[in-house]
Every structure is written in structure tokens, then in C-alpha cells.
């Protein structure tokens, strides 16, 4: 049998992302605990599943570093400014602006271990990296600062984007933000970084790099509707 601990903080575990992770894992069983602001999970699975169990875990992880935390970091320079769609775009582009090195760097720091302390990788596996992350989040202040209105940020956004992919993607439901890649097939991992739905189909669009995005007329809430206009190619059934 196979078995690991993950140790996480409350402050990176909003919305309790790594159990509903944990969740998802074909052939893992687990237990939480709570302490001191803590949340602790003794993970395992029988021997023949280790080798999936085990790379799913290391997976969740690291998308969780790279994308809530990595987030956190970025809105802690920001204060207490309200996030709209354009702001979301924006802060979503430098989310993902170029991290192909940051997602194999992370990874390959969580490789290695057998057990893992979320917040010990973060401090101090990944120090250098948060120092980035916090300067992404000073950039986007002072960028706003300059009284930027909306088609400036959304144009900033586009060119922190680049080239993007020839995918189209379909939103099926908004409510319960289900997308699924029409060009390749299979549904969207869709992570759930911001406490607004609206904002985390923006992500997942800005995330896939897809160049057009199909949505059902039941499906097109207006608010959503301006924000995917300015960054993709919209079409509506």
C-alpha cells in the first residue's frame, strides 16, 4: 500500500480546493484532520493503483500552487480593489503569461518528495517565484493607477495573451461552468480560483487559449457575454 501526508494552510486552501482535488482521484482514500490553521491529509491506495494515486496527487498539487496560490500572491498587491471582468482578463493573462518554465520547475520540486508540506514548498522551494508573482501583482496596480478604462485593459490583456491556439471551446452551462474543448474533444479543467463564477470562465478561457468560444443563448448572460467579446471570437447558438 501506498501512503503520504499533505499538510496545507487554511489561507491556501479556500474554498477547501485540495480536499475536492483529493475527491476526484479514482483509487485514493483519505483522511482529513485540523490544526492550528492547518488541514491535514493522510492520503493512500492500494499498491496496485500507487503509480496513478501518486502522480494524480503530485498533478493537484502543483495545479494548485500555480494557479490559487499563485493568484493569492498576485491580488495581495492589489489590496482591496474589486476584481470586474476586465480586471479578471487582465490578472488572468499574467496568471498564465509564459509559465511553461514555472510549471516544470514546480513540478520538479514536488517530484522528489514523499510527503508534503504545501506551504513549505511555497516559503521556501519557491521563494523566488513568489517574489515574481508579487511583482505581476505590483505591475497590474500600477498599470490601473494610470486611469486605464476598460478597452485599454482588455487590450493589455490581448497582448499579454499572444497568439493563441485555433481552439474553440463550448460553455454548456455557466451556472455550474461546464466547458468542454470542441477542437480536441473532452471536457475543461476548469480551476476554481476566484469566488465569481463569471470571473473563473474568463480564467479558463484566458487559461486554454482558446481563439473562439460557443455558448448556448440560455447560457449568455450579458456581463459574461462583454467580457468573452473582448478577448475571443463569441457565437452564439
Not at 98 to 126: M, S
Not at 146 to 173: N, V
Not at 189 to 211: F, L, Q, R, T
Request: glycine content about 8%; proline content about 0%; hydrophobic content about 40%.
Amino acid at each position: 500500500m501506498w501512503q503520504s501526508t499533505i499538510l496545507i494552510s487554511k489561507q491556501f486552501n479556500k474554498e477547501d480546493v485540495l480536499k475536492k482535488g483529493l475527491e476526484r482521484i479514482e483509487g485514493l482514500y483519505f483522511a482529513e484532520g485540523e490544526e492550528d490553521g492547518y488541514m491535514s491529509y493522510d492520503v493512500a491506495s492500494k499498491e496496485y493503483d500507487k503509480d496513478g494515486c501518486q502522480t494524480a496527487v503530485r498533478e493537484l498539487i502543483a495545479d494548485i500552487i500555480l494557479n490559487n496560490v499563485k493568484l493569492q500572491f498576485i491580488l495581495s498587491s492589489l489590496g482591496k480593489r474589486a476584481i470586474d471582468t476586465s480586471l479578471c482578463t487582465l490578472i488572468s493573462s499574467m496568471l498564465y503569461y509564459e509559465n511553461k518554465k514555472e510549471e516544470e520547475f514546480v513540478r520538479k520540486q514536488i517530484a522528489a518528495l514523499k510527503n508534503y508540506c504545501v506551504d513549505g514548498i511555497v516559503n521556501f522551494r519557491l521563494r523566488d517565484l513568489v517574489n515574481e508573482w508579487k511583482e505581476l501583482g505590483s505591475i497590474i496596480l500600477n498599470t490601473i493607477g494610470k486611469g486605464f478604462g476598460e478597452k485599454e485593459i482588455y487590450s493589455l490583456a490581448l497582448y499579454m495573451l499572444g497568439e493563441r491556439k485555433d481552439t474553440s471551446l463550448f460553455i454548456a452551462d455557466s451556472r455550474e461552468i461546464l466547458i468542454t474543448n470542441v477542437t480536441q474533444g473532452g471536457l475543461v479543467k476548469v480551476p476554481e480560483i476566484y469566488g465569481d463564477k463569471i470571473h473563473n470562465i474568463i480564467n479558463a478561457i484566458v487559461k486554454y487559449g482558446a481563439s473562439e468560444v460557443v455558448i448556448e443563448r440560455g447560457n449568455a448572460d450579458k456581463e459574461l457575454l462583454n467580457a468573452l467579446r473582448n478577448i475571443v471570437d463569441v457565437k452564439i447558438l
